[in-house]
């Protein structure tokens, strides 16, 4: 029973039952009534003793405004009462909704003597939730906590162990799906409604827990993805059955302010492609190859990994006898390619300064590869930059226009002159035409690679070199999204007499077929062959689409010819669950990350954090530190700006003048 129902049970009511007679008999009565002038005393003496005083302002006045900004003075607690009135109230002064404000820091202080009194939290609700605050000493929860409620400001806090690099750290994460449309009469949006509850399998019986929910476009229609959390799932859910939504108790969940249950249907999805055994993988493949899907909609696959083996012979039709037969093991896949590159000639990265003789353009598998040999430096491709469409220039930059700048001095020589300059190109030689031993004029005698439009050129030759602006250059350009090697090791051969070969080293881990040439000329037909090369061991899943029993699967044909490879065969594979592919959630292991940080003896180790928030360090760093601070690790306090806490609650404050 609380205090104010208590003191409904006064004395002072009975006080006139309970006279003896002679105290009325004896002592005068006011008029109009039954009880003596002694008996009204004592009646009005209960009174006072069971009287209590109405809380004031000026009851607060040793406390901030902060802890009472949306609180009402009129539901203050009495603070001062006489002696009934106390007892009366003595067992509630334990209890933290009806204590008087004087008594709550005390009742406070049991449960955490270390949080400041003076705080902008209500005091009475704080000691409500002093065991779950306690229980989360030590975490990030809790630092945040305690700038919440004392300053009302939002923290930030940075464990330095989160951010020093450690070996084998990273963690691989993968998103596992549920392809729905809406049933009954529920829209879309509704669908949403599943996350934070079991979706259940009507016929498979199968459960799981709705981590998200995204809309998914794919053809005209968008449909919607249940994330599944794998670790409430059991069982295996069927394509085409229908999933309702239901509590962990097994309750239906219905859609809001409706008495009509969350359903909805599974689709059919692609899931990938499989082969019944290694042979069907077939041989002779590229890892550009086109993957053609039949009857599915919005899907995408491509060869990942090919199977590895070695060269097995080379069938020379025709070529120079007794020759070193060149293996050719690298090609750009390319984008962007405009005008037309020589094979014979070298490619030159703008960027990089690398190089390699182009050899051959082949368009086998879908794709054009140009196959270069001779490489010197790396290019900067998509790969190797580390982001798409973000290759350097890739061309030939040959020089087609000089303009001659300064007429330099000493020149004795005209023709053939060798030229520098400090970007990319080389292999520029010019005439000149002298004037005593100036140069008049100058025209181009070897285009040289590598150049661009605005390179300037020091001809080299006199005592003072003249100097020429590089007006125009070859315009072909492509840009590539990576060098692809076929091979670990190369093999090596050579040509022998009647258009046969010799096969000197098989090579080593060939994926794909490489290129040959003797003396690069056309009338040159060398084919190498080797039957474990280049068949397709995995295929990864780009886009995942819509799929079915009709869907299929086909690849370039390899079988053709005498080259003795065989085509692959396929199967579409479909179902209700689709895995993506995965990211990395964790980076620490990630040399090129830039937060990752080797540990020093102080700041960045295991056992240090930083707090940062726009109070004045000085002011909360030892409330902190008795509040929350771990045992055994190093603070370092910041000061942050703009850190104000954005509250999303509506109060009210209702104004009552209280008359002390």
Same mark, same amino acid.
């Given at each position: 029973?609380?205090?104010?129902?208590?003191?409904?049970?006064?004395?002072?009511?009975?006080?006139?039952?309970?006279?003896?007679?002679?105290?009325?008999?004896?002592?005068?009565?006011?008029?109009?009534?039954?009880?003596?002038?002694?008996?009204?005393?004592?009646?009005?003496?209960?009174?006072?003793?069971?009287?209590?005083?109405?809380?004031?302002?000026?009851?607060?006045?040793?406390?901030?405004?902060?802890?009472?900004?949306?609180?009402?003075?009129?539901?203050?607690?009495?603070?001062?009462?006489?002696?009934?009135?106390?007892?009366?109230?003595?067992?509630?002064?334990?209890?933290?909704? #009806?204590?008087? =404000?004087?008594?709550?820091?005390?009742? $406070?202080?049991?449960?955490?003597?270390?949080?400041?009194?003076?705080?902008?939290?209500?005091? $009475?609700?704080?000691?409500?939730?002093?065991?779950?605050?306690?229980?989360?000493?030590?975490? /990030?929860?809790?630092?945040?906590?305690?700038?919440?409620?004392?300053?009302?400001?939002?923290?930030?806090?940075?464990?330095?162990?989160?951010?020093?690099?450690?070996?084998?750290?990273?963690?691989?994460?993968?998103?596992?799906?549920?392809?729905?449309?809406?049933?009954?009469?529920?829209?879309?949006?509704?669908?949403?409604?599943?996350?934070?509850? +079991?979706?259940?399998?009507?016929?498979?019986?199968?459960?799981?827990?709705?981590?998200?929910?995204?809309?998914?476009?794919?053809?005209?229609?968008?449909?919607?993805?249940?994330?599944?959390?794998?670790?409430?799932?059991?069982? !295996?859910?069927?394509?085409? @059955?229908?999933?309702?939504?239901?509590?962990?108790?097994?309750?239906?969940?219905?859609? %809001?302010?409706?008495?009509?249950?969350?359903?909805?249907?599974?689709?059919?999805?692609?899931?990938?492609?499989?082969?019944?055994?290694?042979?069907? &993988?077939?041989?002779?493949?590229?890892?550009?190859?086109?993957?053609?899907?039949?009857?599915?909609?919005?899907?995408?696959?491509?060869?990942?990994?090919?199977?590895?083996?070695?060269?097995?012979?080379?069938?020379?039709?025709?070529?120079?006898?007794?020759?070193?037969?060149?293996?050719?093991?690298?090609?750009?896949?390319?984008?962007?390619? =405009?005008?037309?590159?020589?094979?014979?000639?070298?490619?030159?990265?703008? @960027?990089?300064?690398?190089?390699?003789?182009? $050899?051959?353009?082949?368009?086998?598998?879908?794709?054009?590869?140009?196959?270069?040999?001779?490489?010197?430096?790396?290019?900067?491709?998509?790969?190797?930059?580390?982001?798409?469409?973000?290759?350097? @220039?890739?061309?030939? &930059?040959?020089? !087609?226009?000089?303009?001659?700048?300064?007429?330099?001095?000493?020149?004795?020589?005209?023709?053939?002159?060798?030229?520098?300059?400090?970007?990319?190109?080389?292999?520029?030689?010019?005439?000149?035409?002298?004037?005593?031993?100036?140069?008049?004029?100058?025209?181009? #005698?070897?285009?040289?690679?590598? +150049?661009?439009?605005?390179?300037?050129?020091?001809? =080299?030759?006199?005592?003072?070199?003249?100097?020429?602006?590089?007006? &125009?250059?070859?315009?072909?350009?492509?840009?590539?999204?990576?060098?692809?090697?076929?091979? @670990?090791?190369?093999?090596?051969?050579?040509? !022998?007499?009647?258009?046969?070969?010799?096969?000197?080293?098989?090579?080593?881990?060939?994926?794909?077929?490489?290129?040959?040439?003797?003396?690069?000329?056309?009338?040159?037909?060398?084919?190498?062959?080797?039957?474990?090369?280049?068949?397709?061991?995995?295929?990864?899943?780009?886009?995942?689409?819509?799929?079915?029993?009709?869907?299929?699967?086909?690849?370039?044909?390899?079988?053709?010819?005498?080259?003795?490879?065989?085509?692959?065969?396929?199967?579409?594979?479909?179902?209700?669950?689709?895995?993506?592919?995965?990211?990395?959630?964790?980076?620490?292991?990630?040399?090129?990350?830039? =937060?990752?940080?080797?540990?020093?003896?102080?700041?960045?180790?295991?056992?240090?954090?930083?707090?940062?928030?726009?109070?004045?360090?000085?002011?909360?760093?030892?409330?902190?530190? $008795?509040? %929350?601070?771990?045992?055994?690790?190093?603070?370092?306090?910041?000061?942050?700006?703009?850190?104000?806490?954005?509250? !999303?609650?509506?109060?009210?404050?209702? /104004?009552?003048?209280?008359?002390?």
């Amino acid at each position: 029973m609380l205090h104010n129902e208590k003191i409904q049970k006064t004395i002072s009511t009975f006080i006139e039952s309970q006279l003896p007679l002679y105290l009325e008999l004896h002592y005068n009565k006011f008029a109009g009534t039954n009880i003596s002038k002694m008996g009204r005393f004592i009646q009005l003496y209960y009174e006072w003793l069971e009287k209590s005083y109405p809380a004031t302002i000026s009851d607060l006045s040793k406390s901030s405004i902060n802890s009472y900004s949306d609180f009402m003075v009129s539901h203050l607690r009495p603070e001062d009462g006489n002696v009934w009135d106390t007892l009366i109230r003595l067992e509630s002064f334990r209890d933290v909704d #009806n204590t008087k =404000e004087t008594l709550l820091r005390y009742i $406070r202080s049991e449960f955490n003597p270390d949080l400041p009194f003076d705080i902008k939290a209500d005091k $009475r609700k704080l000691v409500k939730r002093m065991k779950e605050l306690n229980r989360t000493r030590g975490t /990030v929860p809790a630092f945040e906590s305690y700038f919440s409620l004392v300053y009302n400001k939002n923290p930030k806090v940075v464990m330095k162990q989160d951010h020093v690099f450690t070996t084998n750290a990273n963690e691989w994460s993968k998103r596992s799906v549920i392809r729905v449309l809406q049933g009954g009469t529920l829209s879309g949006d509704d669908m949403a409604g599943f996350k934070g509850y +079991y979706m259940v399998g009507q016929t498979s019986g199968a459960k799981a827990v709705v981590a998200g929910v995204e809309a998914v476009s794919i053809g005209n229609v968008v449909y919607r993805e249940l994330e599944i959390d794998k670790e409430t799932q059991t069982g !295996t859910f069927s394509a085409g @059955e229908i999933l309702m939504a239901e509590t962990e108790g097994g309750l239906s969940v219905n859609k %809001t302010g409706t008495d009509e249950q969350l359903k909805a249907t599974v689709q059919n999805s692609f899931q990938g492609v499989t082969f019944t055994d290694a042979s069907t &993988g077939g041989s002779g493949y590229y890892l550009d190859d086109v993957v053609t899907l039949g009857t599915v909609t919005d899907s995408l696959a491509k060869i990942k990994k090919l199977t590895r083996g070695q060269i097995e012979g080379i069938k020379v039709t025709s070529g120079t006898n007794n020759s070193v037969i060149n293996f050719v093991n690298d090609y750009f896949a390319v984008y962007g390619l =405009e005008g037309n590159f020589t094979v014979g000639k070298e490619i030159v990265g703008l @960027e990089s300064g690398a190089r390699g003789v182009l $050899r051959f353009k082949d368009v086998s598998g879908g794709q054009t590869k140009y196959w270069i040999d001779n490489i010197s430096g790396t290019f900067r491709t998509d790969q190797v930059k580390g982001g798409e469409y973000s290759s350097e @220039e890739l061309t030939h &930059g040959e020089v !087609t226009g000089l303009t001659k700048l300064t007429n330099g001095s000493g020149y004795s020589t005209t023709t053939g002159l060798t030229t520098k300059e400090s970007g990319t190109g080389i292999g520029l030689k010019v005439n000149v035409t002298l004037s005593g031993n100036a140069i008049n004029a100058i025209s181009i #005698n070897t285009a040289g690679t590598g +150049y661009k439009v605005g390179d300037i050129i020091e001809i =080299e030759g006199g005592t003072v070199n003249a100097t020429a602006e590089v007006t &125009g250059v070859s315009t072909e350009k492509m840009r590539a999204d990576q060098v692809i090697r076929v091979c @670990e090791v190369t093999a090596s051969a050579e040509s !022998t007499t009647g258009t046969k070969s010799n096969l000197i080293s098989p090579g080593v881990g060939y994926t794909s077929l490489p290129k040959l040439y003797i003396s690069n000329l056309a009338t040159d037909s060398i084919q190498p062959y080797g039957t474990d090369i280049g068949g397709i061991e995995e295929i990864e899943i780009v886009k995942f689409g819509l799929a079915s029993g009709s869907s299929s699967v086909t690849f370039r044909d390899t079988s053709t010819g005498s080259s003795g490879h065989i085509r692959a065969t396929g199967t579409v594979t479909y179902g209700a669950e689709i895995t993506y592919g995965g990211e990395d959630t964790l980076f620490k292991s990630n040399p090129s990350e830039r =937060e990752a940080r080797v540990t020093d003896a102080d700041f960045f180790t295991w056992y240090s954090y930083v707090v940062s928030a726009s109070e004045p360090p000085e002011v909360w760093k030892e409330q902190l530190k $008795r509040f %929350t601070h771990p045992a055994g690790m190093k603070i370092y306090a910041d000061y942050l700006i703009d850190t104000e806490k954005t509250l !999303t609650t509506t109060t009210s404050t209702k /104004v009552v003048t209280v008359v002390p």
